[in-house]
């Protein structure tokens, strides 16, 4: 969650320490089954998820579980949800040369999704929720292709293939944010990466985007939200990576919802 980074007197970037010693240990010992299969995960899911039906029976039958919890350890797998190529309509995706083309007030009200692995594989219907209530707030959200961001890869140590992924995304998002549109993520720890480890790894004079959570950027937005107005009680359970790093996240999160009237 990066506290140790924040809330800490301290500051010990346990992550980092973390993934330097598992580097340098595991290049001595070998590394277990399920570090390759964490480190791999973003190159499996958008495969995987492509097949949703396919994927489950596969990875959801009693052998496929007895598998995973004795050689990999991992249970309780989640299942695919739909694909988001079946549940959003073609004009929902992002296309360079159309989004080049449009005139500096239609880039303001566009916004760019980089999606990530496990809500795009697991979780569909959040994307597909965040485009309709974008929309209604007058924006036209379009969905970036799947890049790999390379967490997965830096939590169990796999430094040098972190910094090739995070060399390869960099080079893209940073082709991206030169059309001048805002790009947001929906999943904090590993939008965050994009701020730290990556400027880490590469320097920060390399890494020229920025990728905004959701919460940073509706709060900076002069909301027209009556239409969307809602007279009910909602309960958020905050990212506990967003807590740490983002002052002030939860009292954002009830300024937006005031506008909704939740």
Same mark, same amino acid.
């Given at each position: 969650?990066?506290?140790?980074?924040?809330?800490c007197?301290?500051k010990?970037?346990?992550?980092? $320490?973390?993934?330097?010693?598992?580097?340098a240990?595991?290049?001595?010992?070998?590394?277990?089954?399920?570090?390759?299969?964490?480190?791999?995960?973003?190159?499996?899911?958008?495969?995987?998820s492509k097949?949703?039906k396919?994927?489950?029976l596969?990875?959801?039958?009693?052998?496929?579980?007895?598998?995973?919890?004795?050689?990999?350890g991992y249970?309780?797998?989640?299942k695919?949800?739909?694909?988001?190529?079946?549940?959003?309509p073609?004009?929902?995706?992002?296309?360079?040369a159309?989004v080049?083309?449009?005139?500096?007030r239609?880039?303001?009200?566009?916004?760019?999704?980089?999606?990530d692995? $496990?809500?795009?594989?697991?979780?569909?219907e959040?994307?597909?929720d965040?485009?309709?209530?974008?929309?209604?707030?007058?924006y036209?959200?379009?969905?970036?292709?799947?890049?790999?961001?390379?967490?997965?890869?830096?939590?169990k140590?796999?430094v040098?293939?972190f910094?090739?992924?995070a060399?390869?995304?960099t080079?893209?998002?940073?082709?991206?944010?030169?059309?001048?549109?805002?790009?947001?993520?929906?999943?904090?720890?590993?939008?965050f990466?994009?701020?730290?480890?990556?400027?880490k790894a590469?320097?920060?004079?390399?890494?020229?985007?920025?990728?905004a959570?959701?919460?940073?950027?509706?709060?900076?937005?002069s909301l027209?939200?009556?239409?969307?107005s809602h007279n009910?009680?909602?309960?958020?359970?905050?990212?506990?990576?967003?807590k740490?790093?983002?002052?002030?996240?939860?009292?954002?999160?009830?300024?937006?919802?005031?506008? $909704?009237g939740?």
């Amino acid at each position: 969650c990066k506290a140790c980074t924040t809330a800490c007197p301290v500051k010990v970037d346990v992550p980092t $320490f973390r993934t330097e010693f598992l580097s340098a240990y595991y290049s001595r010992y070998l590394r277990p089954l399920s570090s390759y299969l964490v480190a791999n995960v973003e190159h499996v899911l958008p495969l995987a998820s492509k097949m949703p039906k396919f994927s489950n029976l596969l990875a959801n039958n009693p052998f496929s579980r007895w598998v995973t919890r004795h050689l990999f350890g991992y249970v309780d797998a989640p299942k695919f949800s739909d694909s988001l190529s079946c549940v959003l309509p073609k004009d929902a995706w992002f296309d360079e040369a159309r989004v080049s083309k449009l005139s500096e007030r239609e880039r303001a009200k566009t916004l760019l999704l980089v999606q990530d692995p $496990f809500t795009s594989s697991y979780e569909s219907e959040l994307v597909v929720d965040t485009f309709n209530v974008l929309r209604a707030l007058g924006y036209t959200p379009l969905l970036l292709p799947f890049k790999a961001n390379g967490k997965p890869a830096h939590v169990k140590g796999f430094v040098n293939k972190f910094e090739s992924i995070a060399a390869s995304s960099t080079r893209y998002l940073n082709r991206v944010a030169k059309l001048g549109v805002d790009m947001i993520g929906l999943d904090a720890s590993l939008v965050f990466v994009y701020r730290d480890e990556y400027i880490k790894a590469l320097g920060e004079d390399k890494v020229k985007f920025k990728v905004a959570l959701l919460s940073e950027w509706l709060v900076k937005q002069s909301l027209d939200a009556e239409k969307l107005s809602h007279n009910e009680q909602v309960t958020l359970l905050s990212h506990c990576t967003e807590k740490s790093i983002i002052n002030g996240v939860e009292q954002d999160w009830q300024r937006i919802f005031s506008q $909704f009237g939740l």
